[in-house]
């Protein structure tokens, strides 16, 4: 378990605390393109680690992101006139460009000394975008420069081999959210069939199955990147499963669910509420039709609750804490050890989202935990992130991702090899992004 302390600091990312600013040297993935339809359309308000933006799409398809309160007297952007490259004030008409630029300043007199005063003095906010592959990323840093963009490999293929993202708004703390990906028993519970036989249930996929009875023994490597981890079972011809998932500072998994890569992201708008952004992507050529999902990922729980001006309300699925998350008892009875569907991370989310302290505040107290030997990898991610914060607090040490993006070119695997063969050493190139292999997949995750 953690002390309080570290619990707080681990857990906590607004402006000034150790995860946030170590957050805010990384790129980070916000919202996907299809949020910006067209050039110079209505601005968006925004929330990541507690700070407010609003985002749009220029006069000239370029995306930018400013602090939302205007310099002048603090109204929204939100309600700001998108025209002509900039954003201009709806309340008294200053207008700011992509940079961030004063460039018009009509409350004062043309040519005046108080107007060149302020147009020399006065900046807003910018925040750098990147756009690719159907997502907005953002730099909230203090550099004049960002560091390198991200080289993940949803990042680098050709935009027909990557699908919209799917994403899905959490009601609790980020940490919590994430630590879901971590976990490898909780397959075996959670997300499991009730029997080798069982049908796929009305909705989500069908469960889990092992034929291993016991649970999996997890082997844990940390790197300079974060940790990757190995959960294994026995297969039915004595050889060994290895499923093989990835963690990247700050907040970025990897998960072997098949013939795509994937990068999963539990991005923080604060401490009760992240998204999880999954982008997956094949390598292998155009991304399947059948397997397509990205802003439809929820049909069939409803979809999305209508949404109001608030980031904290966009994304949130109408399967939520409010209805037990459409869970069905008739499901969970005959088919299923959940009756939440098992769609993406919806019954993850159902366990992570009433994590609370004792006031309830949705951010869990860790010094109440009793962690086990399948715990082994969130305790091992808990501790570099914990580190790499305090490092970076109190030496201004970064892990070297932040500038060394050949990190970034790693995948998830699920690989089968007899017992006596170093899983590593296997699978050293199936974790290789560049290796010119498709992805390891020996094992699907859904056992027909």
Avoid at 145 to 170: H, K, Q, R, W
Wanted: hydrophobic residues 35%; glycine residues 6%; proline residues 8%.
């Amino acid at each position: 378990m953690l002390t309080h302390e570290d619990n707080e600091l681990l857990c906590r990312v607004g402006p000034g605390t150790p995860m946030g600013d170590l957050m805010r040297q990384y790129w980070i993935p916000c919202l996907p393109s299809s949020e910006f339809p067209e050039n110079d359309g209505p601005a968006k308000r925004m929330m990541l680690l507690g700070e407010r933006f609003v985002m749009y799409r220029d006069s000239l398809g370029r995306m930018g992101a400013m602090a939302e309160a205007c310099p002048h007297r603090g109204a929204s952007m939100y309600f700001a006139r998108n025209e002509e490259c900039g954003l201009r004030c709806n309340y008294h008409g200053w207008k700011f460009d992509l940079d961030g630029t004063l460039v018009d300043l009509p409350t004062e007199r043309s040519g005046s000394r108080a107007q060149q005063h302020f147009i020399d003095k006065v900046k807003i906010r910018a925040y750098p975008c990147h756009e690719v592959n159907h997502m907005i990323w953002v730099y909230l840093g203090p550099r004049e420069t960002p560091p390198p963009f991200p080289l993940f490999e949803i990042n680098t293929l050709p935009i027909e081999n990557v699908d919209e993202p799917a994403v899905m708004m959490e009601e609790a703390n980020w940490v919590q959210n994430m630590e879901g990906d971590l976990d490898s028993v909780h397959l075996n519970w959670l997300h499991r069939r009730l029997a080798a036989d069982s049908p796929a249930p009305p909705s989500g996929i069908r469960g889990f199955w092992s034929p291993d009875p016991e649970p999996p023994e997890l082997d844990v490597e940390r790197t300079e990147y974060g940790a990757f981890y190995s959960s294994q079972r026995k297969w039915t011809d004595g050889q060994i499963w290895h499923r093989i998932n990835q963690f990247i500072f700050p907040f970025h998994t990897m998960i072997s669910v098949g013939k795509i890569v994937n990068l999963r992201s539990f991005v923080p708008l604060d401490d009760h509420h992240a998204m999880l952004i999954s982008h997956s992507g094949s390598p292998l050529g155009p991304f399947p039709a059948d397997q397509v999902r990205g802003r439809n990922a929820f049909d069939e729980v409803g979809g999305y609750e209508p949404r109001t001006n608030d980031p904290r309300s966009y994304f949130l699925t109408k399967a939520n804490k409010r209805n037990d998350y459409h869970r069905d008892l008739e499901v969970e009875k005959t088919l299923m050890h959940s009756g939440i569907p098992f769609v993406l991370n919806l019954q993850d989310r159902a366990m992570t989202e009433l994590m609370c302290s004792f006031d309830g505040e949705p951010l869990y107290d860790r010094t109440q935990e009793n962690l086990g030997s399948t715990d082994a990898f969130v305790i091992a991610v808990r501790s570099q992130l914990i580190n790499a914060a305090k490092r970076f607090r109190d030496n201004g040490q970064l892990p070297p991702n932040v500038e060394d993006v050949s990190f970034d070119r790693i995948r998830a695997a699920s690989v089968l090899i007899p017992s006596d063969v170093d899983w590593k050493a296997h699978s050293k190139e199936a974790r290789n992004a560049d290796s010119g292999e498709a992805p390891s997949d020996d094992v699907p995750l859904i056992i027909d």
